[in-house]
RNA sequence: UGGGGCAUGGUGCAAUGGCAGCACACCGGCCUUUGGAGCCGUGGAUCUUGGUUCGAAUCCAGGUGCCCCAGCCA
């Protein structure tokens, strides 16, 4: 081993407690497991587990399992299946076994009359209202600290010492559907006195009446969470089963179903979930953006699910440097949207192709550039990157430039073009701004300059300094195309807390019909990064059409302008 | 005020009893054929009170604040 560590991927408590499990002896091999439960697409809050998983077991050289968690029929859908193993391949993830909590549901099964066998586990035939009020809290709606004392003993259920017999007896019948659903559940039998709620006999079996999208109609019974996933923890033998702080609290129960029944005992280790300012979580209130058309779909390029990333133009590789480069604590914290777009443009400014392209145009004339002549500019690809290599841009004497690269009376520190002044046609030639032509309201709709023939390529022979070079595309050899810029969806940081309706960006979406684009970005593949030089990263979205290729700002390049002029206003 | 978890610049992390450091953001400068990138620099933090110690972000005690739990969701 170097001096140096290598940097790992995990976070250091994790690592060191894994480290330690296999020191000891707890564990001989690592697994983890991916648990996904089917009923939404992925977002970039998920990826931070998925990662912790599959770093871990790679970096202990184990192995990982992708098990969907499919233990509720009345919410989970194949298709979500589909979406999320195409989303985590996306992402880079591989996983050795594909497996479902449903695969278990027999064993699950046996392992449940085995608790009753042991007298651990009986047939509640109370209300939901009855158990809840038994249980020993306030009623719903009271906040914790209004009123005291804000917990009471639990009562014991009636039923809770029915025989084994009529316990597997009502168990069987449950399974079969013989009863109404919400008339009767499985209960572990713990300790309806027990500081930790979630001790308090907690359901293992409730009656759902639906089909389920593996199993059929097989079950009329299905398990929660708690009665479900450390069984099937134990039963894939996953050493580390890696969650969210939220169920800190869960694992006295997680350890006690696995300790009473003696089976292998995976170990249950919790890390701070993402929070990520102007980006929204709730699969609830993202179904709902879908769904009510504020945004045109999952893959919307505003949303920050897998899809909607992946559409915008920002990589794995981006969403793998931004979470890995966190750390981690037990915190609970807010990562600002700003550390997440600097690590998509340090992503972006290593791999994206250079571009010019004018977004809003003018046009711009030589005067002294001959009438129908191309001349073949040769511009570089990636200064980043010199194997990207170079392409040839026509340039002729009609342009387009950029709206806001000129300016008839300029503001102070402008350097761009303004009636006398020169700049460089990146990669073309030194121009000289001589007049205007104005349409009968004012406004500005040719700007004429004169070339310098000896600054081809964009070099003063004399040595003299131009302080601006700014982009073109030359008017005949343009490609028109459809330019989509995006902003913050949400008008808020922390968009899962409020009311949809008030915290949407009537301007997130900003459509240029009219753009025109160097003849190269007609050859633009998809999923290639691109950069549009001094305007942003881009990337060709699905919606293009031969001829008229539409594309997708990822980010905006930092601009040092747009501050300089902010500031003197 | 039942149980559990957590407190370090604006934000996210590091420092495992020995000079509080890094990234993002912010501000200033250098450089530049992208007002990009890169380079250099400024400012700004240990929740609080006490204790242990030569020495405390770190250990101990009290206080304060924030988060999670009362689904037959996961």
């Not at 991927?9 to 407690?17: G, L, N, V």
């Not at 509720?72 to 992402?91: G, M, Q, R, Y």
């Not at 002294?368 to 340039?395: C, H, L, Q």
């Amino acid at each position: 081993m170097s001096p140096e560590e290598t940097k790992s991927r995990i976070p250091s408590f994790i690592r060191e407690a894994v480290a330690e499990d296999l020191r000891t002896g707890r564990f001989t091999y690592v697994r983890t497991r991916l648990p996904p439960e089917p009923n939404g697409y992925l977002h970039i809050g998920h990826v931070k587990a998925f990662l912790i998983d599959y770093f871990t077991a790679q970096e202990f050289g184990g192995e990982l399992y992708l098990r969907f968690d499919d233990t509720n029929p009345s919410k989970e859908e194949t298709e979500f299946v589909d979406a999320i193993k195409e989303d985590a391949a996306w992402l880079g993830i591989k996983w050795v076994k594909e497996t479902y909590a449903s695969d278990y549901f027999d064993r699950l099964y046996e392992w449940a009359v085995r608790l009753i066998k042991m007298g651990l586990a009986y047939v509640d035939d109370q209300s939901q209202e009855e158990m809840s009020a038994a249980r020993g809290t306030l009623p719903k709606g009271t906040k914790w600290s209004e009123t005291e004392p804000n917990i009471r003993p639990g009562v014991d259920s009636p039923w809770r010492n029915r025989s084994v017999e009529e316990n597997l007896d009502l168990l069987e019948r449950m399974k079969n559907g013989e009863f109404p659903e919400g008339s009767r559940v499985l209960r572990a039998k713990i300790d309806m006195n027990h500081p930790n709620l979630l001790m308090r006999d907690p359901v293992m079996y409730r009656i759902m009446h639906i089909p389920h999208h593996r199993t059929g109609d097989k079950w009329h019974i299905y398990p929660t969470y708690d009665w479900s996933h450390g069984q099937n923890d134990s039963m894939e033998g996953i050493t580390h089963s890696l969650c969210s702080n939220e169920y800190i609290i869960h694992r006295p129960l997680y350890e006690w179903f696995l300790e009473k029944l003696g089976e292998f005992p995976s170990r249950q280790i919790e890390f701070t979930r993402l929070n990520l300012t102007y980006a929204m979580m709730s699969k609830r209130k993202l179904r709902k953006l879908v769904e009510s058309g504020v945004v045109r779909g999952w893959d919307d390029p505003r949303l920050t699910t897998l899809r909607g990333l992946r559409r915008r133009g920002v990589t794995p590789e981006a969403i793998i440097n931004f979470i890995t480069g966190l750390g981690e604590t037990k915190n609970d914290s807010w990562v600002e949207m700003a550390q997440f777009e600097a690590a998509i443009r340090d992503d972006l400014n290593k791999r994206a192709l250079r571009r010019m392209a004018v977004l809003h145009p003018l046009k711009l004339v030589i005067d002294n550039f001959p009438e129908g002549v191309t001349e073949e500019m040769e511009a570089v690809n990636n200064p980043e990157d010199p194997s990207a290599g170079t392409r040839k841009v026509p340039f002729s004497k009609v342009l387009y430039i950029e709206q806001d690269d000129f300016r008839e009376t300029p503001p102070p520190k402008y350097y761009r073009l303004y009636p006398g002044n020169e700049v460089r046609l990146r990669y073309a030639y030194i121009v000289k701004c001589t007049h205007v032509v104005k349409d009968e309201t004012g406004n500005v709709i040719e700007v004429h300059c004169t070339y310098d023939p000896a600054t081809r390529g964009g070099d003063a022979p004399d040595g003299r300094k131009v302080k601006s070079t700014i982009h073109w595309v030359s008017a005949q050899h343009a490609i028109p195309a459809e330019v989509r810029l995006y902003d913050q969806l949400f008008t808020v940081e922390k968009p899962d807390d409020a009311e949809l309706e008030e915290i949407i960006n009537p301007n997130s979406l900003e459509v240029i019909e009219n753009a025109f684009v160097e003849p190269a970005l007609g050859e633009a593949k998809l999923g290639e990064s691109l950069q549009f030089e001094r305007t942003g990263y881009f990337c060709l979205d699905p919606d293009s059409r031969p001829g008229k290729p539409v594309f997708n700002r990822t980010v905006t390049l930092k601009d040092s302008w747009a501050k300089i002029e902010k500031k003197s206003k």
